[in-house]
């Protein structure tokens, strides 16, 4: 592959192969209808407006579809955008598939996969060792393949399981410092907290929400299959309710989304875990992108600001 689409300066002009990963219709002040394109390839993804869209465009431009496209790049709102000049599908004799545009993790699956293993097998406590282990096993794949959110942090094939395995290592980290922490509880919590997002999204590519994630979303989903996995492994101990409120109290607060305020220590320490490394993962993205000396793009999901590089980072 060429220069990533993500790798260019304002200014730039850029001819490049992508992937569709989502088109949205609007309606301009004119009256006239426009799509919204978010465009992908391995380095991340760029927003273009279609203007004067026609009615087989929002057809021929649809997710999951790889175009040809012609423009530059122009810096719109704290973020960089893609003006296009010429577009047009993928043709018959131009060899691509759509894994050629994906962004992946880091780490192999297999890798991450012996880690979090690891991590089980170290757990003491027979219970929630498990309702882990049987629950990991229900849903491996998807694990080893889903992204942790459809934006924001770890937005990327295998994006969860990177971000389990970050996690555990910081888990691991902070709990040889405070040893009164129970680590079967934290790394059960860490490996548990957003498995529901195999069912609440739809896959690796052009993720959206399923039915299940749009009504129940994936702390009430693996609340549910705690339960179940408990009760066929005929489990019935104070440790299923633990397990559950480390799921539903991950997000800290009700306005984030938790059902339940954290009231276990291992809880609290589960949120900072989580939003620690959700941040780092944001500006981490972010920051690559910014040369020594610039701003980044503001970042929607850090009060939508924008982070300095300081010219002595190498």
Not at 10 to 21: A, P, S
Not at 41 to 63: C, H, M, N, R, V
Not at 242 to 255: F, M
């Amino acid at each position: 592959m060429s220069k990533g689409v993500m790798h260019f300066d304002v200014g730039e002009q850029v001819e490049l192969y992508l992937l569709i990963k989502s088109s949205t219709k609007g309606v301009a002040s004119n009256g006239k209808p426009f799509l919204t394109l978010i465009l992908q390839d391995q380095s991340g993804e760029i927003e273009a407006k279609l203007w004067d869209a026609k009615q087989e465009d929002e057809q021929t431009y649809s997710a999951q579809g790889i175009v040809k496209i012609a423009g530059d790049i122009h810096h719109y709102r704290g973020r960089n955008q893609l003006k296009i000049k010429n577009i047009r599908p993928l043709q018959d004799h131009e060899s691509f598939d759509v894994s050629d545009f994906l962004e992946t993790a880091p780490l192999k699956k297999d890798e991450m996969m012996d880690t979090i293993t690891q991590y089980i097998f170290e757990m003491k406590n027979p219970n929630i060792q498990r309702i882990t282990r049987n629950l990991v096993k229900e849903h491996q794949q998807a694990l080893l393949e889903y992204p942790a959110a459809t934006k924001n942090h770890h937005e990327f094939v295998s994006g969860l399981a990177y971000h389990v395995v970050s996690m555990l290592k910081l888990a691991k980290s902070i709990a040889a410092l405070y040893p009164s922490l129970d680590t079967d509880l934290l790394y059960a919590g860490v490996i548990l907290h957003d498995l529901g997002k195999v069912t609440e999204l739809s896959g690796p590519i052009s993720t959206t929400y399923t039915v299940e994630g749009n009504l129940l979303g994936h702390i009430s989903i693996m609340v549910n299959e705690i339960a179940q996995a408990a009760k066929e492994l005929d489990i019935d101990s104070e440790e299923v309710v633990i397990l559950q409120h480390l799921i539903l109290s991950h997000h800290g607060k009700a306005e984030w989304g938790s059902p339940k305020p954290p009231m276990i220590k291992e809880a609290e320490i589960l949120h900072y875990i989580d939003n620690l490394d959700a941040k780092m993962n944001m500006l981490d993205r972010a920051l690559e992108r910014v040369k020594p000396g610039e701003f980044s793009e503001r970042v929607f999901a850090l009060e939508n600001r924008s982070f300095y590089k300081p010219v002595f980072h190498k």
